[in-house]
């Protein structure tokens, strides 16, 4: 049997009108029965790098046996000029996370998809152990079961303390080794046996990966820390809530 965690990630393109530009990764997250895809910011918009899509496409299984068989969903990053996902900012500027809300009425009948909610997230109470293992779910550089469309596991450990923002930013750092692509992929911690919620995801989310840090001031022979940004995943509660949702 497929593990049920396997299909909250999801595969995206970018494009400009039909020409593709780039690959990366996203998760789906629900609340209050509203759907949304997750990824980088700056996978939607990147003004230095000149990256400026117009829409994304995401793949989608269709058939819940035969996990050969999947869909392109297309959805239009803006509606009468104005950008459809939500972004944010904190005390130290923008926030490198971003949602899309998924038309729920246009999928496909015989979507399968499974979705992180507010329950997923880590409780603030809760501390986590520095070099706590994490997994990294997502398609680095493109790569995936390109027969069953499945994402793939990149092993992680915790390399920040949790709940300190990394020198006074929105994120944590994570070790392992990362590639282009992997932006937007869900971070993730199994979820102590006394509290795994009964959605049939055992997992805690805990951030959205971004990143690798780039030492750039140092020779090129030691510039690679293999150390990653993940922004923290209570930003989803501020970028899914009601207000920010009517302001599609």
């Known amino acids: 049997m497929t593990e049920p965690v396997l299909f909250t990630a999801t595969r995206i393109t970018t494009f400009d009108g039909t020409r593709p530009l780039t690959n990366a990764s996203g998760f789906f997250f629900e609340r209050e029965r509203r759907l949304y895809v997750v990824t980088s910011r700056h996978v939607l918009i990147d003004k230095p790098s000149k990256h400026f899509p117009d829409r994304v496409e995401i793949e989608l299984h269709i058939n819940a046996t035969n996990l050969t068989r999947t869909v392109g969903f297309s959805m239009l990053l803006y509606r009468d000029g104005k950008s459809v996902w939500h972004q944010g900012t904190d005390l130290v500027g923008e926030v490198d996370v971003a949602v899309i809300e998924v038309d729920r009425a246009a999928l496909p009948p015989s979507c399968v998809l499974r979705a992180f909610t507010p329950a997923s997230l880590q409780p603030a109470q809760e501390p986590i152990e520095l070099g ?117």
């Open 132 to 248: 706590s293992p994490l997994l990294i779910l997502g398609f680095p550089l493109g790569f995936h079961d390109t027969l069953h469309h499945l994402p793939v596991a990149r092993q992680a450990a915790l390399a920040s303390a949790y709940g300190i923002r990394f020198q006074g930013q929105g994120y944590f750092l994570t070790d392992a080794r990362t590639h282009r692509g992997t932006s937007g992929a869900p971070v993730l911690m199994r979820a102590p046996a006394h509290a795994a919620p009964g959605d049939g995801l055992p997992w805690r989310l805990l951030g959205v990966h971004s990143s690798q840090i780039d030492m750039g001031n140092r020779e090129e022979v030691d510039a690679s820390l293999e150390l990653n940004c993940a922004w923290y995943t209570d930003i989803l509660m501020t970028l899914t809530a009601p207000v920010a949702a009517a302001a599609t």
